[in-house]
């Protein structure tokens, strides 16, 4: 009986002590979080994956500087991953607010620079090098471009050195011994005097000038990622050619895309699908009159390129049209075609596909239309989604959408004059 109340005296000592150790702990705890809940400058670490270009402040999107329109593709290696803390502050009646404890990762540009090869597509944050990196709010001042990556050299001080195309300027950006990268102007994409732009008669007068936009980049790289790359973009429409030959509004695809990479390439998969045979017609947009010389849609990534591409293939035939809506959306546009059959052509009319799709891009050219502005009639808007290739269910699906009345009669008057019947 003593060996029995000793061994429970034990344990019941053990569980007392067990338990104020407990509440001990408890009461501790209750009185941080207590603490941190009260001081109105308390700050809750916690941690956030950044792709070594990201940053906690706001930054300008990439959607307006895309070519417009859209595309179902993602691709490309992303850049490398580290983890930052950022920090929740309790600030009155404004609630909680995230910000970075620290300025954007500039140590890991020059290793996604030194990934980089020929036809990547860089996704660069840019900021001010003169000293006014910050709004007067405190906000940084910072904004995410695009660039083609053209050529890998090496700079006059031994620095490795990304030469590449933005915004029709051609650029070079040099990683910096202390992080980060310099980026500066050489000149512009397109010369008036390059041959194969007299394949385009009329844009040479509307090409932009390096004063126009040069003081519109910022000269500072604090952030780079590769976010895709032309040959990327190639395998995704071979392999899925619906994205870029459908329309962008269609009952077969998203209706709202808001990827900024998607439509900022959706030029590019569709004159890549011209190319390869998977379309015959495409429009693209040359010269829009109602955006600034820094938003051209003819300067969206590959977009020139491309544009070269077509010029010298023989197989390609080259339309112009240009707007009469002078005071209102002013405008010049190419349209391309197929003078072969393509993969899509319908079995009766292969024989004379090329004259099919001649005619298709002259009755376009004939009404003025812009690829980056609506046509105004249903009927017009069936007959260029038609001329395209377009699909009667997905040009009726557009329209719909759109609240645009049509009926069968259209679609019918639209195949008269398309020879399609």
């Known amino acids: 009986r003593t060996v029995a109340a000793a061994q429970f005296e034990g344990r019941a000592s053990n569980c007392r002590e067990k338990r104020a ?24 670490a916690t941690p956030r994956i950044v792709d070594g270009s990201a940053s906690a402040s706001k930054k300008n999107s990439l959607a307006r500087r895309g070519g417009g329109g859209r595309s179902g593709f993602r691709g490309g290696a992303g850049g490398a991953r580290a983890v ?21 990762s500039v140590s890991l540009v020059g290793t996604v620079l030194d990934a980089a090869s020929v036809g990547d597509l860089l996704a660069l944050v840019l900021t001010p090098g003169d000293g006014e990196g910050h709004f007067a709010s405190g906000e940084d001042n910072l904004e995410e471009m695009w660039c083609v990556v053209t050529k890998i050299s090496t700079s006059s001080g031994g620095r490795h050195m990304v030469e590449g195309e933005m915004f029709g300027l051609k650029v070079q950006i040099v990683d910096q011994p202390q992080g980060g990268a310099r980026l500066g102007v050489t000149g512009v994409v397109m010369n008036r005097n390059d041959r194969w732009l007299e394949k385009y008669p009329g844009w040479e007068s509307h090409l932009v000038r390096q004063a126009q936009i040069e003081p519109l980049l910022k000269s500072s790289v604090v952030g780079a990622k590769i976010v895709s790359s032309l040959r990327a973009l190639e395998a995704c429409v071979a392999a899925h050619p619906g994205a870029w030959t459908s329309g962008e509004v269609s009952a077969s695809r998203r209706a709202v895309i808001t990827d900024p990479l998607e439509r900022a390439t959706q ?13 015959s017609v495409v429009m693209c947009q040359l010269w829009a009159g109602w955006v600034d010389p820094g938003e051209q849609p003819a300067g969206a990534p590959w977009v020139t390129q491309l544009l070269r591409r077509a010029a010298e293939n023989e197989d390609i035939g080259i339309e112009m049209s240009m707007s009469d809506d002078v005071e209102g959306h002013p405008g010049l546009t190419t349209v391309l075609y197929n003078k072969k059959a393509v993969k899509a052509t319908k079995p009766a009319h292969v024989g004379n596909a090329g004259e099919i799709n001649a005619l298709a891009a002259t009755t376009i050219a004939t009404l003025g239309s812009q690829a980056n502005c609506p046509a105004v009639t249903p009927y017009e808007r069936v007959l260029v989604g038609m001329a395209l290739g377009y699909g009667e269910r997905d040009i009726a699906y557009h329209l719909d959408k759109l609240g645009s009345p049509f009926s069968a009669a259209v679609f019918m008057r639209a195949r008269q004059v398309l020879n399609t019947q």
Do not use: K, Q, W
């Open 21 to 44: 150790l407990t509440m001990a702990t408890l009461g501790a705890l209750a009185t941080v979080a207590s603490a941190g809940n009260l001081a109105s400058s308390s700050r809750i």
């Open 84 to 104: 930052a803390t950022t920090e929740a502050r309790l600030s009155g009646f404004s609630g909680p607010r995230v910000s970075g404890t620290a300025r954007p």
């Open 267 to 279: 030029c590019a998969g569709e004159l890549l699908a011209l190319l390869a045979g998977e379309r």
